[in-house]
């Protein structure tokens, strides 16, 4: 059984590029089945990256020809007319050329719906288009309708779905009437404690190039700079701080600008807010890793979820997360993070002001044994074994 595994992504984008990685390692050690998989890569770096973590690949190039069927294909009545005269993708070409049998998306890749006849399972990291956000993200360039286009089809179409928690398997139930048996559960698994259990050893400050007050207690915000995730809402609250005379904290913000970095940075000059930041665009996995192990605490006010990344990396790195009110409807979840109002600045900075009746040591714990408990490579394990299995199972039939 031949199966194919698309992976995509820019290490300059680590978020999704690192959960891809850490997928594929993953996915490796399946025993059963690895001598089946073939990594699908987009481009000669990804490439390049997995044939040194010993994997099998082959590279898809999408043609100018096929952006261009790309764009035909989302009007309905083109796509009625390609299927009817047999006009095909250049992808669903190249899955049948190289024989795949089912295809494992590793993320909610466009490519998922040129996979005409091959099966395919496919990762559904949230649904946020859903939430009657006012973000630009969610609504410029028929954004919206896209997304809409794009669950529909997959969700209908795919052998499987694996989400990232139980709150997004149940959306997908009630807001797409998603049969349940499709949808597998698995929490995101953060790249970096892969890295650090290989090399053994903390990062050295002598090694970076920014200067950050590590003297202070260092907030930090890894995350793009993407209007929902709210880094304008870290910025309210070192307003308050200022007028407070408080000036112990500082936050450090870190990701790719997604078109707000700017306009986050101008509202720092202009509030004279510099010494409470630090925004870098990027940082390699081994800074990132660094400033995990030397913050106080991190902050996450974002609307998206309900889950991401660095709620579990906190976890990890044991240190307390102020995250999102209301975003999580998990009380096991809810037992792990300090819950922040978005819509009240003055919350975040009673609770910074009032950090010492704060039980943190009983949170970190608590957070560090959840990690282990949820983010176990032996369940995604599973998961994958036991979809490939039914899979191969239904095709014996």
């Given amino acids: 059984m031949k199966i194919g595994i698309l992976f995509e992504g820019n290490p300059r984008n680590p978020g999704g590029?690192?959960?891809?990685?850490v997928s594929a390692l993953i996915l490796k050690e399946i025993i059963e089945?690895?001598?089946?998989?073939?990594?699908?890569?987009?481009?000669?770096d990804c490439n390049n990256l997995l044939l040194k973590k010993n994997l099998k690949t082959i590279i898809y190039k999408n043609s100018f020809f096929s952006k261009i069927l790309n764009k035909l294909y989302s009007i309905k009545f083109l796509k009625k007319l390609f299927n009817k005269f047999n006009i095909m993708h250049s992808f669903t070409k190249f899955l049948k050329k190289?024989?795949?049998?089912?295809?494992i998306f590793l993320s909610p890749h466009q490519l998922s719906l040129y996979c005409s006849d091959v099966n395919f399972v496919i990762n559904i990291w949230d649904i946020d288009h859903?939430?009657?956000?006012?973000?630009?993200?969610?609504?410029?360039?028929?954004?919206?309708?896209?997304?809409e286009n794009f669950m529909n089809y997959v969700l209908s179409k795919s052998f499987k779905i694996i989400v990232a928690h139980e709150q997004i398997k149940n959306n997908l139930i009630n807001l797409y009437k998603c049969n349940s048996e499709k949808i597998l559960v698995q929490s995101f698994i953060s790249y970096l404690p892969f890295l650090i259990n290989d090399e053994k050893k903390q990062y050295d400050i002598k090694t970076l190039n920014y200067q950050i007050p590590f003297h202070k207690k260092i907030l930090f915000y890894p995350a793009s700079f993407w209007p929902h995730k709210n880094h304008i809402y870290v910025v309210d609250t070192a307003i308050i701080l200022k007028k407070k005379l408080i000036n112990n904290f500082h936050f450090l913000f870190?990701?790719?600008?997604?078109?707000?970095?700017n306009f986050i940075k101008n509202e720092i000059i202009k509030k004279k807010l510099g010494e409470f930041f630090t925004m870098i665009q990027f940082a390699s996995n081994e800074e990132v890793i660094y400033f995990y192990q030397n913050a106080f605490g991190v902050v996450m006010p974002t609307t998206g979820g309900p889950t991401n990344l660095p709620l579990y990396e906190s976890f990890f790195f044991k240190k307390p997360i102020f995250?999102?009110?209301?975003?999580?409807?998990?009380?096991n979840l809810k037992k792990a993070i300090i819950e922040i109002d978005i819509k009240d600045p003055g919350d975040f900075a009673n609770k910074l002001l009032n950090i010492n009746n704060i039980n943190l040591e009983k949170i970190k714990s608590y957070a560090y044994d959840y990690y282990f408990k949820v983010c176990d490579k032996e369940i995604y394990k599973k998961n994958y074994m036991t979809t490939l299995n039914e899979f191969k199972l239904a095709k014996s039939k």
């Fill in 130 to 147: 859903k939430k009657n956000s006012p973000y630009p993200e969610y609504n410029i360039n028929n954004t919206f309708e896209k997304r």
């Fill in 254 to 261: 870190c990701g790719s600008d997604k078109g707000n970095f």
């Fill in 323 to 331: 995250y999102t009110k209301g975003l999580l409807n998990d009380e």
């Fill in 17 to 21: 590029f690192n959960q891809s990685l």
């Fill in 98 to 103: 190289n024989n795949f049998e089912i295809i």
């Fill in 33 to 44: 089945y690895r001598d089946n998989f073939t990594f699908i890569t987009l481009d000669e």
